[in-house]
Structure formats: C-alpha cells, structure tokens
Nanobody, 123 residues
C-alpha cells in the first residue's frame, strides 16, 4: 500500500505564497501520475496540477502561471509551489496518485490519497 503525507498548508494573505509537500512511501505502478487536488466547502473536488514520471505536467486554467508542480524521485516527494494566491484558492489540498494519465483529471481514477492540508487565503 502506498501512503502519502502532505504538509505545508497554512494561512496567508492574497498575493502570498505557500509550498505544499507530499511524501510518498514508495513508488509503484500506481504512482505513475502524481496529482494535487483541492476541495472547497460545498464544492466538488477538482484537479489542480499533475506530474507524471517523465515530469510531464498539466495545470488547471485557474492556476496556470501561478502554481508549479515538481517531483524529486530521490526524496519520494512531490511539491506544489503556489504563488500569487487568491481567496478563491482557499480549500483543503490533497495529494493523490494514479497509474495512468488523463486530463482533466478525474478524482475517482486516483487510488492513493493523503489526508489533506488546509490552505486559507484572506483578502
């Protein structure tokens, strides 16, 4: 079983930055694609950014140019650098893995999930 542990969430003012981290217990065929999702109160879970094992990436239109996803395979870690944060970015952010690649990502195709980390952006 693959375990994911997120960290790095917090509270910032609009325009600020945060860096989320997700440590993966081990790489398997189910970790080909690593993704960050978020869920705001009363809203559906949505994909934010993806990265595959070849470091190909995808971003939701709402975060393009502001967020950057990266992975360090030596450290079993995936990062999400979030700059110029907006109040609408407020949500619980989850790290997840999938054995395949599809865009836009469907959260129900991701098999391993972290516990989530809260990001709050105030205006």
């Amino acid at each position: 079983q693959v375990q994911l542990v997120e960290s790095g969430g917090g509270s910032v003012q609009a325009g600020g930055s945060l860096r989320l981290m997700c440590v993966v217990s081990r790489y398997t065929t189910s970790t080909y694609c690593m993704g960050w999702f978020r869920q705001a109160p009363g809203k559906e879970r949505e994909g934010v950014a993806l990265i595959d094992s070849n470091r190909g990436t995808w971003y939701a239109n709402s975060v393009k140019g502001r967020f950057t996803i990266s992975r360090d395979n030596d450290k079993n870690t995936v990062y999400l650098q979030m700059n110029n944060l907006k109040p609408e970015d407020t949500a619980v952010y989850y790290c997840a893995t999938s054995g395949g690649w599809g865009t836009p990502p469907r959260w129900d195709e991701y098999t391993n999930w972290g516990q989530g980390t809260q990001v709050t952006v105030s205006s």
